[in-house]
């Protein structure tokens, strides 16, 4: 059950959006147990987000993971293929690309938790 938003300070096309969607679809089966089947995608453009007092490009990606199957070693290569692609992808610098993680022992879905 992963979820990714990603918060972007600059406009993205409709385009690259979906092509961004279906790389986190690739990514997420970094982590042991997760594909794009339960894949929850939410791509947030034109964010007011500054970092270092600065609205250069920038973004923060959040990672959301049901279950314990991530371990630092995939949780890591995650991060590096996230952050590689998107500092690629919209041109800008990896060093102003955040990822956080979120691992939870309860998810709801349906109505009822797992």
């Known amino acids: 059950m992963p979820y990714i938003e990603l918060n972007y300070n600059q406009e993205i096309e409709k385009s690259l959006k979906e092509e961004i969607k279906s790389k986190f679809g690739d990514l997420i089966s970094i982590i042991p147990g997760k594909s794009e089947n339960w894949l929850m995608v ?8 500054y970092f270092k007092g600065s609205n250069e490009k920038a973004a923060i990606v959040k990672v959301l993971i049901y279950g314990s199957s991530a371990n630092p070693i995939a949780l890591n290569k995650l991060t590096n293929e996230i952050t590689n692609y998107l500092s690629k992808t919209l041109n800008m610098s990896s060093s102003r690309v955040y990822v956080y993680y979120n691992l939870t022992e309860y998810w709801g879905f349906n109505g009822q938790n797992f």
């Open 42 to 49: 939410n791509l947030k453009d034109n964010e007011s987000l």
